[in-house]
């Protein structure tokens, strides 16, 4: 597998705060009371460890959609995390960018796999003559749910 010369990816600026309450608990079941603040949560402080290796990068596409990843979404990746099979990876290939699943299981055969979490799309085979780079590891995704209609009908 060729690699691509790595991109210039500015370091996150982490200096600023941005602490928000955090309550304790929210029930997706029978509800439950949560009155006061049990923490702060700090985007910077408590999503990125690495800030000289981590970025966010947009969606755009529903290859991943069974695994909660949707057009428009937000990922934050972070090249400085171990990335091993089965982790959802940013990842360039022959001149494109994609979020997928990593399979290593077919390496000692000579080639990898980038899986897509939506039946609809096949796996990306990658091999020798790939041009290709893991970027890094998704850690977080982010959805904007202000202009969503989501109710099932």
């Not at 705060?17 to 049990?38: H, K, N, Q, V």
Request: aromatic fraction near 12%.
């Amino acid at each position: 597998m060729k690699k691509m010369k790595e991109p210039d990816i500015q370091k996150a600026d982490v200096s600023t705060e941005l602490e928000l309450p955090m309550y304790d608990a929210i029930a997706a079941g029978f509800p439950i009371t949560s009155d006061y603040p049990a923490d702060r949560l700090d985007f910077n402080r408590d999503f990125i460890k690495h800030p000289e290796s981590t970025f966010y990068v947009r969606v755009k596409g529903d290859s991943m959609k069974e695994a909660g990843i949707f057009d428009g979404d937000l990922c934050l990746v972070d090249k400085a995390e171990e990335m091993v099979h089965g982790n959802i990876v940013a990842a360039y290939v022959n001149g494109g960018f994609t979020v997928k699943y990593l399979d290593t299981s077919t390496k000692d055969q000579g080639f990898i796999r980038l899986v897509p979490a939506n039946k609809d799309f096949k796996p990306i085979i990658i091999d020798s003559s790939d041009e290709f780079t893991v970027w890094g590891k998704v850690i977080f995704t982010i959805r904007d749910w202000r202009n969503s209609y989501c109710l099932p009908l």
